[in-house]
């Protein structure tokens, strides 16, 4: 009874892990559709700029590469917390009292 209320505990973790994997999977995919749909929108309606064909290309090439170096934003986030957790394990694990041999049980 305790090993399958471990178990529920356990998918239901790994059923949040892939939910947000596949929520980041989305929005990296997608912010760079949406900023350029934004800012052509800004610029058309707000700005009353005329929108053609070179500046519309030109703009669709600029955001191409600024989308390769924003893609790997959510790797980055991803990578600094492992880190961090990484570090605070670390740290508890050299702050921890060292056991002495009368406290092991044989």
């Known amino acids: 009874d305790e090993v399958m209320e471990k178990r529920k505990t356990e998918l239901t973790m790994v059923m949040r892990t892939q939910l947000c994997g596949a929520a980041s999977q989305f929005l990296t995919l997608s912010v760079p559709a949406v900023v350029s749909v934004a800012t052509f929108t800004v610029f ?19 955001f191409g590469l600024l989308a390769q170096a924003l893609s790997q934003i959510p790797n980055v986030i991803q990578a600094i917390i492992g880190m961090l957790v990484s570090a605070d394990r670390i740290v508890a694990f050299f702050l921890s009292e060292e056991f002495t041999e009368n406290l092991v049980v044989q």
């Open 44 to 62: 058309t309606k707000v700005q009353k700029g005329d929108l053609d064909a070179a500046r519309a290309f030109t703009s669709l090439a600029l």
